[in-house]
């Protein structure tokens, strides 16, 4: 009612509204037709025109998400041209999987119980329980669609969409196959290990910042995580010429 008595104020407030989305809208389209491929990061640089950037990579990480659960079955790992993937899924995925179906025995009979006193609660358990079955089940699949990459310029290490580290060459100064307890729980070793103990640590040679989600941690010194074949991984790393620091 305020507003309506001040229809030049309303006016203003919405002309600034309808401009912000004009030129942001026209700044997102400028970033979307540049060259280069239409990944996750450029989607979020774009919706970023309009949207708080934080907020704007969490929306495009959701919807990527959802698009990989819901829609990416059969889908072939994610292997650029020139790298070699090596998988971590054979240990991770039937330990998701058991999870993924006491998730299921939990979610039924716990509901089943709640039913007996309140329908509605009952419904609004189901809701959020059926939110991270998706989830769980999206998990899954990107163990084996996010492979940990080696390519001519570095490695990347992948654990699903929990973990997106790319570490070139020029910045690792050793490679650990005999991983000690002492190293993996050190407070500035990135352990994306997951479930199981990594075979393979990255020791850098300049530490590399977290991305704080709560409170600030110290910064990354050494990556540690598991793959399948941790001797072929290091095969892999000395024919793209890393052999001098291979330990």
Same mark, same amino acid.
């Given at each position: 009612? #305020? !507003?309506?008595?001040? $229809? @030049?104020? %309303?006016? &203003?407030? =919405?002309?600034?509204?309808? /401009?912000?989305? +004009? ?22 640089? #774009? !919706?970023?025109?309009? $949207? @708080?950037? %934080?907020? &704007?990579? =969490?929306?495009?990480?959701? /919807?990527?998400? +959802? ?27 039937? $330990? ?5 179906? =006491? ?35 999206? $998990? ?108």
């Amino acid at each position: 009612t #305020a !507003l309506l008595a001040m $229809l @030049p104020v %309303a006016a &203003a407030m =919405l002309a600034a509204v309808v /401009a912000h989305l +004009l030129w942001g809208g026209a700044r997102a389209l400028t970033r979307l037709r540049a060259a280069g491929p239409r990944n996750g990061e450029r989607w979020a640089e #774009a !919706l970023a025109e309009l $949207l @708080p950037p %934080a907020f &704007a990579r =969490l929306v495009v990480a959701e /919807a990527s998400f +959802l698009h990989l659960t819901l829609f990416r079955w059969g889908a072939a790992p994610d292997v650029p041209t020139g790298a070699r993937g090596f998988g971590y899924h054979r240990h991770l995925a039937p $330990l998701m999987a058991m999870l993924l179906v =006491l998730q299921v025995i939990e979610m039924a009979v716990t509901h089943l119980v709640i039913a007996q006193f309140s329908r509605r609660a009952a419904l609004i358990l189901f809701g959020l329980s059926m939110f991270g079955l998706v989830y769980m089940a999206g $998990l899954i699949k990107s163990l084996q669609l996010r492979p940990v990459l080696v390519s001519p310029e570095g490695i990347r290490v992948r654990i699903g969409v929990l973990v997106d580290r790319f570490v070139p060459f020029s910045a690792i100064a050793g490679i650990d196959v005999d991983v000690q307890g002492e190293a993996v729980r050190d407070r500035t070793t990135l352990n994306a290990g997951l479930l199981a103990w990594p075979n393979i640590m990255i020791r850098l040679a300049e530490p590399l910042p977290r991305r704080p989600l709560l409170r600030r941690r110290p910064p990354i010194r050494a990556i540690a995580f598991r793959v399948d074949d941790a001797a072929e991984l290091l095969r892999a790393v000395r024919r793209a010429r890393l052999s001098p620091v291979c330990g």
